[in-house]
């Protein structure tokens, strides 16, 4: 195990094997879309009233890290975890819902070969999503076998938020946000500490996550890469100088 600064440790796991241009196309799949005029929610300063940290984890409205395989599908599961976490918050139930729907279905994007979370909570505007139960994750992109006017969750809408550490704390207060991010090589290795923007600096960003909460240094930031990577499924990424470009391309949904 290699540690470095700020408790940062990266170890050999099951992706050591791999170059990183091979990892990231297999375990990333974010495809940005320049086209997209974003309407930010405009916030200048972080809300007086905001607590000193947040972790929807401890509330109960965040499902177990899931694994996104062999499947470039990242942006499914940052789409799905911000919205099962925001649904139970609004309903009092925690569903498990289906990542799958949206490789098959959601024909804006391209399943396997990547899409973007703005993209699929439009899509969601039209569609309703099913349970992961009623259709299972297969980690392969195949024909949707699925009448998507039928389900238990259907979007009004999502927002998009500023670009910047008061517009991510002050959207966290009401629930988990999907985020883009750059995932560079220290993240194929990572498994634990804090990751500053000299580690991870903003750039092109190729991977979709879910933030779950925060405290004074750092969002908590749930990944799609099973529980046995990082810490338990989860990386804390420093809130300073939009570390891996998390500020870039925040949204979430809304019903």
């Known amino acids: 195990m290699k540690e470095l600064g ?3 440790r990266l170890e050999i796991n099951e992706y050591s094997d791999m170059s990183f241009s091979e990892f990231i ?3 990333g799949g974010l495809i940005i879309d320049n086209s997209i005029e974003r309407e930010e929610l405009q916030h200048i300063d972080i809300i007086e009233d905001a607590p000193e940290s947040i972790d929807w984890r401890k509330k109960g409205v965040v499902n177990p890290v899931k694994d996104q395989g062999k499947c470039g599908s990242c942006w499914t599961f940052s789409t799905i975890g911000s919205i099962e976490s925001r649904w139970a918050i609004k309903s009092g139930h925690l569903l498990v819902l289906s990542e799958q729907e949206l490789v098959d279905c959601d024909d804006t994007d391209l399943g396997c070969y990547g899409g973007l ?3 699929a909570f439009k899509w969601l505007e ?3 999503l099913v349970s992961e139960s009623d259709y299972p994750y297969k980690g392969e992109t195949d024909s949707c076998s699925l009448d998507t006017s039928e389900g238990l969750v259907q979007l009004s809408g999502y927002k998009d938020i500023d670009k910047s ?3 991510l704390i002050n959207a966290l207060q009401d629930g988990p946000i999907s ?5 560079n090589d220290l993240w194929q290795s990572y498994s634990g500490g804090i990751v500053t923007i ?5 750039g092109e960003l190729n991977h979709g996550v879910v933030v779950v909460g925060y405290d004074a240094n750092v969002y908590i930031v749930r990944n799609s890469w099973n529980s046995t990577w990082g810490e338990s499924g989860y990386i804390r990424l420093s809130r300073k100088d939009n570390t891996c470009g998390i500020w870039n391309t925040a949204s979430y949904p809304t019903f």
């Open 25 to 27: 196309k297999m375990k």
């Open 126 to 128: 039209s569609h309703k």
């Open 165 to 167: 550490d008061a517009g």
């Open 198 to 202: 000299d580690d991870c600096p903003n």
């Open 6 to 8: 700020n408790d940062l």
């Open 179 to 183: 985020v883009g991010v750059l995932a």
């Open 117 to 119: 979370m703005d993209h």
